[in-house]
């Protein structure tokens, strides 16, 4: 359940994304912007721990800021498979939306999500 609902909050997220920044930005509606998604939470589970593994070193020298490259990269991954419904003009682009998108996704989640499961447990 918890994963259906970080997907639907993710898709929101994309249409109010390609609702700011039109220029450089681009989903087709609703249905792409879930698929896509959906898409980059299988892309997370897959290819990111890889990608983690791989970049270790610049990760641990950066103390943790090359996560936000190794999210572009999966939004980029995202953009290309895709295709014309999802698009993403630019790996500068990725990078600004893969940071925008982790502030507004721990935003919600800790004053949304964790104030009402605090209140379940009581």
């Known amino acids: 359940m918890r994963w259906l609902i970080g997907c639907l909050i993710n898709a929101v997220l994309f249409?109010?994304?390609?609702?700011?920044?039109?220029?450089?930005?681009?989903?087709?509606?609703?249905s792409a912007a879930l698929q896509a998604s959906i898409l980059l939470s299988i892309l997370n589970v897959l290819v990111r721990p890889l990608l983690i593994l791989l970049t270790l070193p610049a990760t641990v020298l950066t103390m943790g800021l090359f996560l936000f490259v190794i999210n572009a990269i999966t939004l980029e991954l995202t953009d290309y498979l895709?295709?014309?419904?999802?698009?993403?003009?630019?790996?500068?682009?990725?990078?600004f939306f893969a940071v925008l998108m982790s502030l507004v996704n721990l935003v919600i989640q800790k004053t949304i999500l964790e104030p009402s499961r605090s209140s379940k447990r009581k």
């Not at 895709?82 to 990078?95: N, Q, R, T, V, Y």
Request: aromatic share 24%.
């Open 82 to 95: 895709m295709g014309s419904a999802f698009e993403i003009d630019g790996f500068g682009m990725a990078l």
């Open 15 to 30: 249409l109010a994304l390609a609702g700011f920044f039109r220029e450089s930005f681009y989903i087709s509606g609703f």
